[in-house]
Protein backbone atom coordinates (compact mmCIF):
# COMPACT_ATOMS: atom_id res chain seq x y z
CA UNK A 1 0.00 0.00 0.00
CA UNK A 2 1.47 3.59 -1.27
CA UNK A 3 0.39 6.83 0.66
CA UNK A 4 0.03 9.87 -0.87
CA UNK A 5 -0.74 12.93 0.60
CA UNK A 6 -1.13 16.46 -1.70
CA UNK A 7 -1.92 19.78 -1.29
CA UNK A 8 -1.82 23.07 -3.51
CA UNK A 9 -1.63 26.92 -3.60
CA UNK A 10 -2.26 29.95 -5.28
CA UNK A 11 -1.54 33.71 -4.62
CA UNK A 12 -4.09 36.06 -5.99
CA UNK A 13 -6.22 33.01 -7.44
CA UNK A 14 -5.29 33.09 -10.14
CA UNK A 15 -1.61 34.31 -9.80
CA UNK A 16 1.72 32.93 -8.30
CA UNK A 17 1.01 28.97 -7.32
CA UNK A 18 2.47 25.85 -5.95
CA UNK A 19 1.58 21.69 -5.27
CA UNK A 20 3.28 19.76 -2.93
CA UNK A 21 3.12 15.55 -2.33
CA UNK A 22 4.54 13.36 0.12
CA UNK A 23 4.64 9.97 -1.14
CA UNK A 24 4.82 6.76 1.47
CA UNK A 25 5.66 3.76 -0.16
CA UNK A 26 7.28 0.47 1.23
CA UNK A 27 9.82 -1.43 -0.33
CA UNK A 28 10.90 -4.93 -0.42
CA UNK A 29 13.45 -6.52 1.49
CA UNK A 30 16.60 -6.42 0.12
CA UNK A 31 19.04 -9.12 2.27
CA UNK A 32 17.94 -11.63 4.53
CA UNK A 33 19.44 -9.06 7.03
CA UNK A 34 16.61 -7.01 6.65
CA UNK A 35 13.65 -8.23 7.97
CA UNK A 36 10.51 -6.25 7.04
CA UNK A 37 10.21 -4.17 4.10
CA UNK A 38 11.03 -0.64 4.84
CA UNK A 39 9.01 2.15 4.44
CA UNK A 40 10.69 5.32 1.82
CA UNK A 41 9.58 8.97 1.83
CA UNK A 42 9.55 11.05 -1.52
CA UNK A 43 8.69 14.59 -1.08
CA UNK A 44 8.00 16.81 -4.19
CA UNK A 45 6.55 20.24 -5.57
CA UNK A 46 6.56 22.20 -7.94
CA UNK A 47 5.07 25.59 -8.96
CA UNK A 48 3.15 27.58 -11.98
CA UNK A 49 3.51 31.46 -12.22
CA UNK A 50 -0.10 32.52 -13.26
CA UNK A 51 -2.69 29.56 -12.10
CA UNK A 52 -5.25 29.08 -9.56
CA UNK A 53 -5.64 27.10 -6.26
CA UNK A 54 -7.51 24.42 -7.87
CA UNK A 55 -5.22 23.41 -10.56
CA UNK A 56 -2.47 22.90 -8.10
CA UNK A 57 -4.34 20.54 -5.73
CA UNK A 58 -5.31 18.32 -9.15
CA UNK A 59 -1.56 18.85 -10.11
CA UNK A 60 -0.57 17.57 -6.55
CA UNK A 61 -2.20 14.41 -7.43
CA UNK A 62 -1.13 13.92 -10.74
CA UNK A 63 1.97 14.61 -9.94
CA UNK A 64 1.81 11.83 -6.81
CA UNK A 65 0.33 9.31 -8.95
CA UNK A 66 2.95 9.55 -11.77
CA UNK A 67 5.91 8.46 -9.04
CA UNK A 68 4.59 5.47 -8.37
CA UNK A 69 3.98 1.97 -9.86
CA UNK A 70 1.20 1.00 -11.96
CA UNK A 71 -0.86 -1.40 -11.32
CA UNK A 72 -0.10 -0.44 -6.93
CA UNK A 73 -2.76 0.18 -4.48
CA UNK A 74 -2.69 3.79 -3.52
CA UNK A 75 -4.49 5.69 -1.03
CA UNK A 76 -4.29 9.73 -1.85
CA UNK A 77 -5.19 12.29 1.42
CA UNK A 78 -6.21 15.09 0.56
CA UNK A 79 -7.82 18.60 2.20
CA UNK A 80 -9.52 19.39 -1.30
CA UNK A 81 -13.05 18.73 -1.38
CA UNK A 82 -12.65 19.81 -5.02
CA UNK A 83 -10.38 17.01 -5.65
CA UNK A 84 -12.51 14.25 -3.74
CA UNK A 85 -15.76 15.30 -5.02
CA UNK A 86 -14.51 15.25 -8.87
CA UNK A 87 -12.81 12.02 -8.55
CA UNK A 88 -15.33 9.68 -6.39
CA UNK A 89 -18.84 11.78 -8.21
CA UNK A 90 -18.04 13.88 -11.21
CA UNK A 91 -15.90 11.89 -13.09
CA UNK A 92 -18.22 9.74 -13.98
CA UNK A 93 -20.44 11.82 -15.96
CA UNK A 94 -17.65 14.07 -17.43
CA UNK A 95 -16.31 10.88 -19.22
CA UNK A 96 -19.85 9.69 -20.16
CA UNK A 97 -20.09 13.13 -21.97
CA UNK A 98 -16.49 13.84 -23.52
CA UNK A 99 -15.47 15.72 -20.89
CA UNK A 100 -18.24 18.08 -21.74
CA UNK A 101 -20.79 20.34 -19.64
CA UNK A 102 -24.20 20.01 -20.11
CA UNK A 103 -23.94 23.17 -21.92
CA UNK A 104 -21.65 21.68 -24.17
CA UNK A 105 -19.05 23.64 -22.93
CA UNK A 106 -15.23 21.79 -21.73
CA UNK A 107 -15.32 20.72 -17.92
CA UNK A 108 -13.39 23.46 -15.96
CA UNK A 109 -9.45 22.32 -15.83
CA UNK A 110 -9.93 19.40 -18.15
CA UNK A 111 -6.41 18.30 -18.91
CA UNK A 112 -5.70 17.99 -15.37
CA UNK A 113 -9.01 15.52 -14.85
CA UNK A 114 -7.93 13.67 -18.05
CA UNK A 115 -4.23 12.98 -16.92
CA UNK A 116 -6.11 11.93 -13.33
CA UNK A 117 -8.64 9.61 -15.15
CA UNK A 118 -5.24 7.76 -17.07
CA UNK A 119 -3.61 7.27 -13.50
CA UNK A 120 -6.26 5.80 -12.07
CA UNK A 121 -6.73 3.84 -15.10
CA UNK A 122 -3.98 1.83 -14.11
CA UNK A 123 -4.42 1.76 -9.91
CA UNK A 124 -6.45 1.02 -7.25
CA UNK A 125 -6.77 4.18 -5.94
CA UNK A 126 -8.76 5.00 -2.85
CA UNK A 127 -9.02 8.92 -2.37
CA UNK A 128 -9.95 9.87 1.26
CA UNK A 129 -10.70 13.60 2.39
CA UNK A 130 -8.22 15.01 5.74
CA UNK A 131 -8.67 18.34 7.80
CA UNK A 132 -6.30 20.82 6.58
CA UNK A 133 -4.06 22.34 9.18
CA UNK A 134 -5.52 20.35 12.03
CA UNK A 135 -2.04 18.84 12.67
CA UNK A 136 -2.03 16.21 10.43
CA UNK A 137 1.51 15.97 9.33
CA UNK A 138 1.13 14.75 5.99
CA UNK A 139 -0.87 17.68 4.97
CA UNK A 140 1.03 20.41 7.15
CA UNK A 141 4.00 19.51 5.26
CA UNK A 142 2.52 19.42 1.47
CA UNK A 143 1.14 22.81 2.20
CA UNK A 144 4.03 23.96 3.41
CA UNK A 145 5.85 22.62 0.42
CA UNK A 146 3.24 24.32 -2.11
CA UNK A 147 3.29 27.84 -0.61
CA UNK A 148 7.24 27.80 -0.47
CA UNK A 149 6.73 27.62 -4.30
CA UNK A 150 4.13 29.68 -4.62
CA UNK A 151 5.92 32.46 -3.02
CA UNK A 152 9.29 31.35 -5.17
CA UNK A 153 11.44 30.14 -1.83
CA UNK A 154 13.67 27.44 -2.08
CA UNK A 155 13.11 24.22 -0.11
CA UNK A 156 14.77 21.05 0.11
CA UNK A 157 12.71 17.97 -0.73
CA UNK A 158 13.39 14.78 1.18
CA UNK A 159 14.11 11.74 -0.33
CA UNK A 160 14.98 8.39 1.95
CA UNK A 161 14.21 6.56 4.42
CA UNK A 162 11.33 7.23 6.73
CA UNK A 163 13.07 6.33 10.35
CA UNK A 164 15.53 9.11 8.70
CA UNK A 165 12.72 11.27 8.33
CA UNK A 166 12.17 14.76 10.32
CA UNK A 167 8.67 13.60 10.40
CA UNK A 168 8.45 9.92 11.76
CA UNK A 169 4.76 9.87 12.66
CA UNK A 170 3.95 11.33 9.14
CA UNK A 171 1.58 8.22 8.32
CA UNK A 172 -0.30 8.81 11.34
CA UNK A 173 -3.77 10.60 10.48
CA UNK A 174 -5.85 11.99 13.56
CA UNK A 175 -9.36 10.86 11.55
CA UNK A 176 -11.15 12.85 15.05
CA UNK A 177 -9.31 16.07 14.35
CA UNK A 178 -10.14 15.79 10.62
CA UNK A 179 -14.05 15.46 11.65
CA UNK A 180 -13.81 18.39 14.66
CA UNK A 181 -12.33 20.45 11.32
CA UNK A 182 -14.94 19.66 9.24
CA UNK A 183 -17.89 20.36 11.15
CA UNK A 184 -16.27 23.67 12.17
CA UNK A 185 -15.84 24.52 8.93
CA UNK A 186 -19.42 23.80 7.86
CA UNK A 187 -20.15 26.21 10.48
CA UNK A 188 -18.27 28.72 9.50
CA UNK A 189 -19.38 28.46 5.72
CA UNK A 190 -23.03 28.94 6.67
CA UNK A 191 -21.82 32.20 8.88
CA UNK A 192 -19.21 33.55 6.29
CA UNK A 193 -19.61 36.66 3.92
CA UNK A 194 -21.05 35.41 -0.08
CA UNK A 195 -18.39 35.99 -2.35
CA UNK A 196 -21.25 34.92 -5.08
CA UNK A 197 -24.32 32.84 -5.61
CA UNK A 198 -24.50 30.01 -8.38
CA UNK A 199 -27.78 29.12 -9.20
CA UNK A 200 -28.64 26.17 -12.24
CA UNK A 201 -32.10 26.53 -14.22
CA UNK A 202 -32.75 23.90 -16.57
CA UNK A 203 -29.02 22.32 -16.77
CA UNK A 204 -28.03 26.56 -17.37
CA UNK A 205 -25.71 27.40 -14.63
CA UNK A 206 -24.94 31.28 -13.98
CA UNK A 207 -23.26 33.10 -11.00
CA UNK A 208 -24.64 36.13 -9.21
CA UNK A 209 -23.26 38.88 -7.02
CA UNK A 210 -26.12 38.77 -4.87
CA UNK A 211 -28.73 36.83 -3.51
CA UNK A 212 -31.80 39.11 -4.49
CA UNK A 213 -30.56 38.29 -7.98
CA UNK A 214 -30.23 34.85 -7.39
CA UNK A 215 -33.55 34.40 -5.81
CA UNK A 216 -35.20 36.19 -8.79
CA UNK A 217 -33.91 33.40 -10.96
CA UNK A 218 -34.60 30.14 -9.39
CA UNK A 219 -37.57 31.34 -7.43
CA UNK A 220 -40.69 29.17 -8.79
CA UNK A 221 -38.16 27.30 -11.08
CA UNK A 222 -38.48 23.58 -11.66
CA UNK A 223 -35.93 21.50 -10.45
CA UNK A 224 -33.53 24.69 -9.48
CA UNK A 225 -30.51 24.80 -7.81
CA UNK A 226 -28.76 27.23 -5.70
CA UNK A 227 -25.65 27.49 -3.10
CA UNK A 228 -23.73 30.07 -1.88
CA UNK A 229 -20.01 30.42 -2.41
CA UNK A 230 -17.50 32.04 -0.29
CA UNK A 231 -14.53 31.94 -2.61
CA UNK A 232 -13.02 31.41 -6.14
CA UNK A 233 -12.54 28.25 -5.23
CA UNK A 234 -16.12 27.54 -3.63
CA UNK A 235 -17.53 29.03 -6.82
CA UNK A 236 -15.91 26.87 -8.77
CA UNK A 237 -16.59 23.77 -6.38
CA UNK A 238 -20.69 24.55 -6.83
CA UNK A 239 -20.42 25.34 -10.80
CA UNK A 240 -18.36 21.61 -11.17
CA UNK A 241 -21.24 19.92 -9.10
CA UNK A 242 -24.26 21.28 -10.55
CA UNK A 243 -22.50 21.06 -13.76
CA UNK A 244 -22.16 16.87 -13.24
CA UNK A 245 -25.58 16.14 -11.82
Known amino acids: MITIFTDGSSRGNPGPGGWGAVIAMK ?14 ITELGGGEKMTTNNRMELTACVQGLVNTPKDSEVTVLTDSSYVINGMTK ?59 FADGMDIKLYKGSLADYDLPDVLDVSLDASKAKAKKSSSAHSRAKAFSYVSSVGGIIETHHTWAECEKRVKGAKGAKFKKSISVDSEQEIIAEFEAL
Not at 27 to 40: L, V, W, Y
Not at 121 to 147: F, P
Request: hydrophobic share 35%.
Open 90 to 148: WIHGWKRNGWKTKTKDDVLNKDLWMELADEISTRQVQWKHVGGHVGILGNERCDHIATA
Open 27 to 40: EGARSKEIGEAQTQ
